[in-house]
Structure formats: structure tokens, C-alpha cells
């Protein structure tokens, strides 16, 4: 079945940064696209980027440019958020997320990893 | 970026209703319209896509309708695991967005 599974929570100082790995199993890694969002305490869902993970082609929504970088490593089947200049409003659970359908789908978010709490403090 | 707008924030019904919600994409996403289902501590779970089509698993009581900048996601008899925050997403140009949510809550 598929699986992601995400890494542990992490406490950041503001102007640090935080890596959240996402390593998959359970189907073809190399044949859907992965997406990161994230969701502040007690707020909506936030889309963050989308990364192919067999080319490492990405995409990034515009709010987050310049701060995210998205990187995969086939050999473990793993994707990688990594965020910036942090400050206390990143404070979030950041979530990856594979497409439901392969290449050639609308893009809906069909598997979901468990979630990993990012708290950005002083 | 595509600004999609839930109505309405809170919904309280009663186990049984009939549950109404509507996304309004401000611009034009065909059918690349999908919805999603959040209860407490839990990611969110696909429950359609393609504006219309169910997700695996999914109860027939979801339904979805809509197209271009008009989405509805209907549930026609509540049931108690039902009430939950519910999402709308959609994609264009690879570019993705949520709305920001209605809230199913028990009247």
C-alpha cells in the first residue's frame, strides 16, 4: 500500500532553517508528483510547491520563492522541504502529499503523509 | 494565483440532513476541482476529484457537481463521522490553491 512517512517534529530559532524529509513506498516513486502544504495551528491548508520526483523539476507557490527548496533522491525514494529564514508565522504541520493518479492526472491529492510539526520560537 | 472562496464557514445540521457546500473559483479551473475531508489531528482525506468523480472508498452519500468557477459538494444524509472541515483545491498551470474551509458542525 502506499505509504509516506515523514520525519520527526523540529524546534527552529527564527532565521534558522528546517529540512522535513517525506520518504514513499508502496508504489513507482518515480511516477507521481508530490506536493508540500502545510496548515498553521487552528488555520486552512496552504500549498507550498509541487516537485517531480523523477527530473527534480519543481514548481513554488509564490509566497514561499526564494525561501523553499524541494529536492528528491530516487535512490531512497525520499523528497526533501526545505524552508528558510524562518519565523514564528512558519510555525505549522507540513504535510507532503502524492497525486492520486500518475503524470497525466488533474492533480487531486490522493495519499498524505502523517504530518510534521515545524514550531518556530525564541 | 486562482483565489477559491468557500460558503459557508460554518454549516450546523443535524445527523440525517441533507449538507450543501459551495466553492466559487475566481477564475475559470475546468474540472480540475477537488474536495477534501479533515477531522481533528489528521491529514485531510481526498474525497472527490475531477469536480464529480469519488475518490476509492469514498460513501455514495459525497457527491460533487460543478464546472468552470462553480463547485458543489453535496452529502445527502449525514451521518454522525461526517462532521469534520471540508476543502476545496483546484490546479491551473501548476499553480494549486485551497479554499479556506466550511466547517461541518453538529446543530
Known amino acids: 500500500q502506499v505509504r509516506l512517512v515523514q520525519s520527526g517534529a523540529a524546534v527552529k530559532k527564527p532565521g534558522a532553517s528546517v529540512e522535513v524529509s517525506c520518504k514513499a513506498s508502496?508504489?513507482?516513486?518515480?511516477?507521481?508528483?508530490i506536493h508540500w502544504v502545510r496548515q498553521a495551528p487552528g488555520q486552512g491548508l496552504q500549498w507550498m510547491g509541487i516537485?517531480?520526483?523523477?527530473?527534480?523539476?519543481?514548481t513554488y507557490a509564490q509566497k514561499f520563492q526564494g525561501r523553499v527548496t524541494m529536492t528528491t533522491d530516487t535512490s531512497s525514494h525520499t523528497v526533501y522541504m526545505e524552508l528558510s529564514n524562518l519565523i514564528s508565522a512558519d510555525t505549522a504541520i507540513y504535510y507532503c502529499a502524492r497525486e492520486l493518479e500518475d503524470f497525466s492526472g488533474s492533480g487531486s491529492f490522493g495519499f498524505w503523509g502523517q504530518g510534521t510539526l515545524v514550531t518556530v520560537s525564541s | 494565483e486562482t483565489v477559491l472562496t468557500q460558503s459557508p464557514a460554518t454549516l450546523s445540521l443535524s445527523p440525517g440532513e441533507r449538507a450543501t457546500l459551495s466553492c466559487r473559483a475566481s477564475q475559470s479551473v475546468r474540472t480540475y476541482l477537488a474536495w477534501y475531508q479533515q477531522k481533528p489531528g489528521q491529514p485531510p482525506r481526498l474525497l472527490i476529484y475531477d469536480a464529480s468523480t469519488r475518490a476509492p472508498g469514498i460513501p455514495a452519500r459525497f457527491s460533487g457537481s460543478g464546472s468552470e468557477t462553480d463547485f458543489t459538494l453535496t452529502i445527502t444524509s449525514l451521518e454522525p463521522e461526517d462532521f469534520a472541515v471540508y476543502y476545496c483545491h483546484q490546479r491551473t498551470n501548476w499553480l494549486n490553491s485551497f479554499g479556506q474551509g466550511t466547517k461541518l458542525e453538529i446543530k
Open positions: 508502496g508504489y513507482t516513486f518515480t511516477k507521481h508528483y
Open positions: 516537485i517531480n520526483p523523477s527530473r527534480g523539476t519543481t
